[in-house]
């Protein structure tokens, strides 16, 4: 009978094999889970829906220090500049140390924009600094703005103050709770404010140098609104430079600068839709003189209400009558027009004429303030006249005339 001795080669081999084979059998037999598409897709969504919950807690954040800090502009905490150090900032737990530095970094911004809150951030080293306190009792390592040696210390010799600010996600509710102490032993509360704001509540996005409260903002924007109301008054410098006749030997109409003014109307304050009524002069000497009047209506293709923040496109339509005279507007007249035509024209008296002309065209506003246009025309009566080429034809119609404007709204 063959025995095997406990500590023989053979004994370990046979146990190493009753440990792995059922392990090796298990893994074998175990099927490799890989994620499924829509696992991943529900994944890649919901880091997408947690990264713009984040944003817009900070956004909001930002929103409530700024309201802190358009409180302090309207009643000062001090009355003169008091050098202040940012003990600490807490946020909702989740959002992690960079939310906390981003809001230090806010914070710091908008103060040293707005000097008239009397708030002067200070860097304190002492204060930040890790301080190891031993007695017979305990060791205590701690800040040294949590330590009242330290505290007494800085109280004496200094006087500055402390801001706290904690953010913190009550409900559906962000609240920020502000409060300074004096960097005394016992940090005595000198001011505190709690300010809360709906998490449904879009934030303001003001400016740092600037800052306003909601009310007032809401103020100079119906205040924007009410200035550039329906009715404006457009001051308009075009010219239209009109084709050259197919017939070599013909003569080219030369170039119009046109003045013009009158009373542009809105529909609404949207001013989706307007309306122009213009009167204008054209006078170059020893060459041409007109008169003319003209109405537009135009329509917003931009958005259904004008933007004060961005340039807005209409397109117009419009019809204008001129009448024109001197010795630069022979060719509009129906014949074709020669250069010795012209030459004895010059002998009696100055041609004029007058003509209905049609326009469609682009308008850029700038602000509702500045206005730069493009437009083709056409002379419905002149337009089997050999004087005139054509820059476009549409819907059989030829256009005879282009023309660019420079408007002053005001």
Known sequence: MKMWLADSPARRTSCRLQFWLPLL???????????????????AELNRLRGEVANQVQLSAYDLVD??????????????ATPVVLAGVTVPVGLGTGMAALLENHIAAVLA???????QLVHCPTCTAVVVHSDAEATVVSRGIDDPAVLAQLGTDT???????????????????????????????VWSRTIASSTSTPALLRASSDLKSAA?????????????????IPVRLGVRAYAAPTDSSGVTVPPFIWLQTGVEMGATDARAWTSSVLVGISFIPQAYQGLMAQARVSRLVTGRTRSLSRPDLYLFLGGAIMTVWGPATAPFQADLLTADDLITSLDGDPPRTTLGTLQIGLDLRLGNRIGLSTFFETIPDRNQSENFGTYTRILGLGFQSFGTEVTFCF
């Open 67 to 80: 309201e802190l800090v358009v409180g302090w502009k309207t009643d000062p905490v001090f009355d003169e």
């Open 216 to 232: 007032d903002a809401r103020e100079d924007y119906l205040a924007a609104l009410h200035d550039r109301g329906p009715l404006t």
């Open 159 to 189: 006087g500055k103050h402390a801001l706290f600010i904690d953010i913190e996600a009550e409900g559906t509710w962000l609240v920020l709770r502000a409060r300074l102490t004096r960097l005394t032993p016992d940090l005595p509360i």
């Open 25 to 43: 059998f298990a893994l074998w037999a175990s099927p490799v889970r890989a994620a499924s598409p829509v696992q991943l897709a529900q994944e």
């Open 113 to 119: 924009e707005n000097p008239s809150t009397h708030v």
